[in-house]
């Protein structure tokens, strides 16, 4: 597990925080609507289900999965689906639930998965955000953190396959 060096960079207790945030802003923006959060397999699965552990309001989930990067840090620049949705979204108050925003590409593609199955709204959440990168011509509506132009790992998010379980977020060197 150490072959790489990794270094602290957001604390278990600061995530733990910043959702705590983030789901107080659904609970009164949601308040007495039922909406359908859909997490991205595999990164964000954690993230999902901290935030809606804090949630009071109902809700349902569901998850779709893209090609991941493989083994590299950097995007292939190419995205596929390997799994869809198994729910119906017509006329559903939908929020995708993300656990990073690199380049972009991932999310512009879920947008126009989710928007052409007519949804009656749609937002997005994102524990992380690479703001140097990012360029997205809509808003991410939740944002745990903008963070600087640096491959993470930690709370959900691998490099090849691995570090999803560490607590906090760390960077690889
Ligand atoms: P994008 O399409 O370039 O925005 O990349 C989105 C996906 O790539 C994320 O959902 C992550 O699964 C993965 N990814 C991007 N940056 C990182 C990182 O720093 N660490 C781990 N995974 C990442
Ligand atoms: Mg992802």
């Known amino acids: 597990?150490?072959?790489?060096?990794?270094?602290?960079?957001?604390?278990?207790?600061?995530?733990?925080?910043?959702?705590?945030?983030?789901?107080?802003?659904?609970?009164?923006?949601?308040?007495?609507?039922?909406?359908?959060?859909?997490?991205?397999?595999?990164?964000?699965?954690?993230?999902?289900?901290?935030?809606?552990?804090?949630l009071k309001i109902d809700c349902e989930i569901d998850f779709l999965k893209l090609s991941s990067y493989g083994n590299k840090k950097i995007s292939s620049g190419r995205v596929t689906l390997l799994k869809s949705l198994n729910c119906d979204?017509?006329?559903?108050?939908?929020i995708v639930v993300e656990d990073i925003i690199d380049s972009g590409l991932s999310i512009k593609y879920i947008k126009n998965i989710i928007e052409e199955n007519n949804?009656?709204?749609?937002?997005?959440?994102?524990?992380?955000?690479?703001?140097?990168?990012?360029?997205?011509?809509?808003?991410?509506?939740?944002?745990?953190?903008?963070?600087?132009n640096k491959f993470v790992i930690g709370y959900g998010l691998d490099y090849a396959q691995k570090y999803r379980n560490l607590k906090g977020i760390f960077v690889l060197k």
């Open 1 to 54: 597990m150490d072959k790489e060096k990794k270094e602290i960079y957001i604390s278990y207790a600061k995530v733990q925080k910043r959702i705590k945030e983030l789901a107080d802003r659904i609970n009164r923006e949601y308040k007495g609507k039922s909406p359908i959060f859909i997490g991205v397999l595999n990164g964000a699965f954690m993230f999902l289900s901290d935030l809606i552990k804090e």
């Open 89 to 94: 979204i017509e006329g559903r108050d939908i």
């Open 119 to 148: 949804p009656k709204s749609l937002r997005f959440a994102s524990l992380l955000y690479k703001k140097d990168i990012a360029k997205l011509d809509f808003k991410i509506d939740y944002i745990g953190f903008k963070i600087a």
